[in-house]
């Protein structure tokens, strides 16, 4: 069985922002070690092209919606390429095949009795493409998120009946599995609480869109039509591309991972299209907090969008992935700083992990004739093999538990306490006493030991990190053997070459 995970299908009004990477650097951090735990992966990313917001977005540029989509999807593939993000599938919600699914599905819960025509009033925000609140009953009320007039709406609209399935969803939603964090659940609960009303699935004034079978000058509201985008995503470009096709190859997603403001959607509206249309409901989804920057929050008006290009061109991408990964607690809101970045990356990559690496390789190459010593069978269990052991049983049950922050931090404090040890044992001092010679030998496998198991631990999280310390350690990573099997301790070949050491990381500059 596949291990299906999903980021939001982003919408193609402007090129990616460094929210839209963040997303998508967690789920493809979780793609990897999944597989590497052997695991068939589906990892769905793509986008959401259709709506008043992206037909707006082009009519105000001048283009025709389809060229637009084009051009914005392209950045956003090029820039999942750019990023290394290892996707198995990139979903287009204007694709062909894409429409057809959408087709089939709505027979389903046509199908169910559960759509029916009715008229739709209310305040709309084109930026969310949601019908919201609206305190003051006023057009010059601002959604909170995107800080734009609400806009009234009345016409007529098909209805899905959301309202028929609030057992089903109340029940759903108090499995502690289903929604997490535990905080976003209790929103989701509360507001389900008050009842679920009848939502509207398509729109007259919108040209932009699928259009529903049967019923003149209608297209499907785009969240209709781009939560279905997962389940098509699974056939895309497998010969056959169906609903059936779609479940059979793979559906339920095992996670869905999405910014907090979209939950509802995907908690609530989606579980219940999906028990509407007989299918399986997703097992998990994530809702995570939102990026600011130097504590506020990224926006065009305020004109401090961080470009996540001019971050990978500058800095690269692992020093980006360990600060999003490490430093931000899935689930919390996180701060974007320019300098506890630079410290973070410069403390952690460079001066913890980096200079580990390299002082070691460099004392054992100039005592050990360029080699790893060669010592009589593995050095007695010590402080760090114990360690190095506890480490990786936190570091799988952080990572099953999508606790990445902890799970990088488990690897930092190996790097730390094995610096200690380092610091402690001074082999630097024993090696000038003759008798002492067996025990630096000790030492200095115990340490490159353990800046092995960091460097395996690390392939999910900073994959070319990992490839590079495993080249300081003469290369003796193995695609052939289950990664598991290489986190044993004492794995690395007594005696084999050291390359000259390179530093792994280059050191940061603050600006
Ligand atoms: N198209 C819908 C999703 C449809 S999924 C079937 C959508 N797109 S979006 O482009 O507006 O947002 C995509 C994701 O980016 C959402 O999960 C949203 O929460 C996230 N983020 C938008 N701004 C963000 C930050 N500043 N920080 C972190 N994530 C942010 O909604």
């Not at 057809?100 to 819960?109: A, D, L």
């Not at 690496?357 to 005592?367: A, D, P, Q």
Request: net charge neutral; with cysteine; charged share 25%.
């Amino acid at each position: 069985m596949s291990f299906v995970i999903t980021t939001p299908l982003y919408y193609v009004n402007d090129k990616p922002h460094l929210g839209s990477i963040y997303t998508t650097i967690i789920c493809d951090s979780i793609a990897r070690y999944k597989r590497l735990l052997g695991q068939k992966v589906i990892f769905i990313t793509g986008v959401d092209e259709h709506g008043l917001k992206i037909q707006r977005t082009a009519y105000e540029k001048g283009v025709k919606p389809e060229n637009h989509c084009n051009e914005i999807s392209n950045i956003f593939l090029d820039n999942w390429k750019d990023w290394d993000i290892t996707f198995d599938k990139f979903i287009r919600t204007s694709s062909r095949d894409h429409e057809s699914i959408v087709g089939e599905f709505y027979n389903r819960v046509r199908k169910s009795d559960d759509i029916y025509m009715g008229v739709q009033k209310g305040w709309y925000c084109v930026g969310c493409e949601e019908f919201k609140d609206n305190p003051e009953n006023s057009s010059t009320y601002k959604c909170p998120i995107h800080q734009k007039n609400l806009e009234w709406k009345n016409e007529e609209n098909l209805f899905f009946r959301l309202s028929k399935y609030q057992s089903e969803i109340e029940q759903l939603i108090s499995e502690p599995s289903f929604i997490e964090p535990k905080e976003r659940r209790n929103e989701i609960i509360n507001f389900v609480s008050k009842g679920l009303k009848d939502f509207s699935i398509s729109r007259t004034n919108v040209s932009w869109g699928i259009p529903v079978p049967d019923t003149k000058d209608h297209t499907f509201y785009v969240w209709f039509d781009a939560l279905l985008g997962y389940v098509s995503a699974i056939s895309l470009n497998e010969g056959k591309h169906s609903l059936d096709e779609s479940i059979s190859g793979g559906w339920p997603a095992d996670i869905h991972l999405i910014g907090k403001d979209i939950l509802r959607f995907h908690a609530v509206y989606w579980p219940a299209m999906l028990i509407s249309a007989g299918m399986k409901l997703p097992k998990k989804v994530f809702g995570h907090g939102f990026l600011t920057r130097e504590g506020q929050k990224m926006g065009k008006s305020l004109g401090n969008v961080l470009d996540p290009n001019s971050l990978l061109t500058k800095y690269g991408k692992d020093p980006v992935r360990w600060y999003l990964i490490k430093d931000i607690t899935l689930g919390n809101d996180g701060d974007f700083q320019n300098k506890r970045f630079v410290d973070i990356v410069n403390n952690d990559l460079a001066n913890t992990i980096g200079n580990l690496l390299n002082r070691t390789s460099s004392m054992s190459r100039k005592w050990f004739d360029n080699k790893v010593p060669n010592i009589d069978g593995l050095p007695d269990e010590n402080e760090i093999s114990s360690l190095a052991k506890e480490t990786i049983n936190n570091y799988l049950k952080h990572f099953d538990s999508y606790k990445l922050d902890l799970a990088a931090k488990e690897i930092l404090n190996l790097a730390i306490n094995t610096n200690l040890y380092l610091n402690d044992k001074q082999p630097w001092t024993l090696i000038k006493e003759d008798p002492k010679y067996s025990e630096v030998k000790d030492i200095i496998y115990n340490v490159l030991e353990s800046t092995r198991i960091i460097g395996t631990l690390l392939l999910p999280i900073l994959p070319d990190l990992s490839s590079k310390i495993d080249l300081q350690l003469g290369s003796i990573y193995s695609k052939e053997i289950p990664w598991k099997e290489q986190l044993e301790w004492g794995i690395l070949n007594n005696s084999s070459l050291l390359p000259k050491p390179n530093p792994i990381i280059d050191k940061l500059e603050y600006g």
